[in-house]
C-alpha cells in the first residue's frame, strides 16, 4: 500500500492529452513538493517533473505538473506511442523520521 | 552528466548482509547540494526509498523506519562512492536496488542491482 494513491492504469490515443493524479496528505504534497518519474521497462526510472512543475532539460514540453493542495497531477498532451510506461509521484513526507514517499505507479498504454 | 555505477552480489543468502557500491562520476560525494539515496523497487512494495547520506558542513544519514535497525549507508570520499549494507535480510528484501542522487527530486540515477534473497 503505497503512500500516495496514483490510478493503476491509464490510457489515451495519439495525439490526445491524458492526466495522471496523484493524491496525498497535508504531511507530503500538502507541505513539499511533487517530482514525477517515467519507468520504461529494463531502465531506471527518470525524472520528468520537480518541484510540482518545472522541467528538467531534455524533457519535453508536451509533459506538465501541477499541485493543488494535497493532490498532483501529471499532464501528457500530444500523446506518442514512445510515451508508454509506467509514471510514478514521489514527495517528501514529514511524518514519522522523515522518508520520501511514491505513489504505486500507473501504467499508460498508448492505444 | 553525473553517472552512477552500482557493483554488488546479486544473490545473497537468507539472514545475510547484502551489501551494494554506487560510483559517482562528475559529481562528489561530499557535494554541499546533492543527497545520496537507495532505492529499491518490487512488485510487492513498489518503490521503497531506504535511506541516504549527505554532506553539509558535516556528515548526516537518514534511513526510512522500515529498515532503520538494519541498514547502514556509508559515504567514502576517497572513492567518491558510497555503499549500502543491509543485514538480516529475507526474502521480502528481494528488489531492483538503485542509487540515486537527489537535489529536491531524484534527477540521477543508477542502472539498477536485482539482488534476489536465495540459499
Known amino acids: 500500500q503505497s503512500v500516495l494513491t496514483q490510478p493503476p492504469s491509464a490510457s489515451g490515443t495519439p495525439r490526445q492529452r491524458v492526466t495522471i493524479s496523484c493524491s496525498g496528505s497535508r504531511s507530503n504534497i500538502g507541505s513539499n513538493t511533487v517530482s514525477w518519474y517515467q519507468h520504461l521497462p529494463g531502465t531506471a526510472p527518470q525524472l520528468l517533473i520537480f518541484?510540482?512543475?518545472q522541467r528538467p532539460s531534455g524533457v519535453p514540453d508536451r509533459f506538465s505538473g501541477s499541485k493543488s493542495g494535497t493532490s498532483a497531477s501529471l499532464a501528457i498532451s500530444g500523446l506518442q506511442s514512445e510515451d508508454e510506461a509506467v509514471y510514478y509521484c514521489a514527495a517528501w513526507d514529514d511524518s514519522l523520521s522523515g522518508r520520501w514517499v511514491f505513489g504505486g505507479g500507473t501504467k499508460l498504454t498508448v492505444l | 552528466q553525473v553517472q552512477l555505477q552500482q557493483s554488488g552480489p546479486r544473490l545473497v543468502e537468507p539472514s545475510q548482509t547484502l551489501s551494494l557500491t554506487c560510483v559517482i562520476s562528475?559529481?562528489?560525494?561530499?557535494?554541499?547540494?546533492?543527497?545520496w539515496n537507495w532505492i529499491r523497487q518490487s512488485p510487492s512494495r513498489g518503490l521503497e526509498w531506504l535511506g541516504a547520506?549527505?554532506?553539509?558542513?558535516?556528515?548526516?544519514?537518514g534511513y526510512a523506519d522500515s529498515v532503520k535497525s538494519r541498514i547502514i549507508i556509508n559515504p567514502d570520499t576517497s572513492k567518491n562512492q558510497f555503499s549500502l549494507l543491509l543485514n538480516s535480510v529475507t526474502p521480502e528484501d528481494a528488489a531492483v536496488y538503485y542509487c540515486v542522487r537527489s537535489t529536491g527530486a531524484f534527477d540521477h540515477w543508477g542502472q539498477g542491482t536485482l539482488v534476489t534473497v536465495s540459499s
Open positions: 518541484s510540482d512543475n
Open positions: 562528475v559529481d562528489s560525494v561530499s557535494s554541499a547540494s546533492a543527497a
Open positions: 547520506t549527505y554532506y553539509r558542513s558535516k556528515w548526516y544519514t
